[in-house]
């Protein structure tokens, strides 16, 4: 499968937990996007890399979260001190670094806070 | 004022008639504009792309785009149930995609 892949699928972690999500992009895509999706709204922007340096993060961005792209390649978004709140999609995006160029989706991490 | 705006809907249209979504946009500066479909869930998917005004057609889909007017419309020919799904519009204005919050189309059989 050369998709976006993201891991794990679900996840359901008691308020006050860490969590966290990996994304593997498409192998060729250097620019890698983190958005969050919840019920009736369109995907959110949370942040992006451009290979391992982290270009920009929403002003939105809770500092109990942080992304890391250590190599260029796969990435994590951890949560800490898990609200409930921050139920909702995780989406992983990658695309190549040309202007025009469109975004691909993994199938998404599916958080729970309970 | 939101970037990108849309019809929430529910849009219903019945199987074999043409599906017209619309969805307007804020910064002028944008240049690229993707349409999404998004089934219940799971993650968007996309359907097609347009950068220069006027239309695009793939299949059974058309991509309309006037920037003068800073609206962009996904037409869907030959609705069938399985096109049943929420439609994102997603534009760049910047280094990051912002979407819209999608319209929900049914197709009736």
């Known amino acids: 499968d050369t998709g976006v892949s993201q891991n794990p699928r679900h996840k359901i972690t008691k308020r006050g937990q860490n969590v966290t999500f990996r994304c593997d992009p498409i192998?060729?895509?250097?620019?890698l996007y983190w958005y969050r999706q919840t019920l009736g709204q369109g995907p959110e922007f949370l942040t992006y890399?451009?290979?391992?340096?982290?270009?920009?993060k929403s002003r939105l961005l809770s500092d109990r979260f942080s992304a890391e792209r250590p190599k260029g390649s796969f990435s994590t978004l951890e949560i800490q001190r898990t609200e409930q709140g921050d139920s909702a999609m995780y989406l992983c995006a990658s695309n190549l670094p040309h202007r025009n160029t469109e975004a691909f989706f993994g199938q998404g991490t599916r958080l729970t806070v309970v | 004022q939101k970037e990108v705006e849309q019809n929430s809907g529910p849009l219903s249209v019945p199987e074999g008639a043409i599906a017209s979504l619309n969805c307007t946009y804020s910064d002028r500066g944008s240049q690229s504009f993707f349409w999404y479909r998004q089934y219940s869930g799971k993650s968007p998917e996309l359907i097609m792309f347009i950068y220069s005004n006027g239309d695009k057609e793939d299949g059974r889909f058309t991509a309309q785009l006037n920037k003068a007017s800073q609206y962009v419309s996904l037409l869907i020919r030959d609705s069938q149930p399985s096109d049943s799904a929420t439609y994102l519009c997603a534009v760049i204005p910047g280094n990051q995609f912002y979407f819209g919050t999608g319209t929900s189309l049914t197709v009736i059989p």
């Open positions: 890399f451009q290979n391992e340096a982290q270009l920009e």
């Open positions: 192998s060729e895509h250097n620019r």
